[in-house]
């Protein structure tokens, strides 16, 4: 019996000495590349694109675009509210060093740009702030966004 408690106490702290949460230094560059819309009402989108543009550049020339290998669902908060995840399956982290383009469906986007990282230190790497398009969000760890802060892209 104590040799099994034994065990386990040293397992526990091996996992722990070895587990080395994010450094403020490497989230300083990298947020998850999640993103949350809020109030989605829609079927999960059969299509979405990513692009990467430099900073500050006004969405003009992507330095690169991502449209395949994405997962996305819809799912419910605790408390009801319906929201779509969308992840692309090789960019599970983004980089603060861009701006980013979400394109769902060929009907709705957001552009995302001013993204500041969390200046201390968390056990994930957070945003302290980002715009979607004209809409401000708080800190959390990807961008999370409501439905309405979507560009339409329809007439």
Excluded at 88 to 100: M, P
Excluded at 113 to 119: C, F, G, R, S
Aim: proline share 4%; glycine share 4%.
């Amino acid at each position: 019996m104590a040799t099994s408690a034994h065990f386990k106490l040293y397992f526990f702290l091996t996992v722990t000495a070895l587990y080395s949460p994010p450094t403020l230094a490497s989230c300083l560059d990298i947020f998850s590349g999640a993103f949350i819309v809020f109030d989605w009402d829609d079927e999960v989108p059969k299509s979405a694109l990513l692009s990467k543009y430099e900073k500050n550049s006004k969405f003009t020339s992507p330095r690169e675009t991502y449209s395949s290998d994405y997962m996305g669902e819809k799912l419910k908060t605790p408390s009801g509210r319906t929201y779509l995840r969308v992840l692309f399956k090789d960019h599970e982290v983004l980089s603060y060093k861009y701006d980013y383009k979400l394109v769902i469906n060929n009907k709705i986007e957001f552009n995302v740009y001013e993204i500041k990282p969390e200046k201390k230190q968390t056990l994930r790497c957070q945003l302290e702030s980002a715009m979607v398009n004209n809409c401000a969000i708080d800190a959390s760890s990807g961008i999370q966004v409501e439905k309405k802060c979507g560009k339409s892209l329809e007439n």
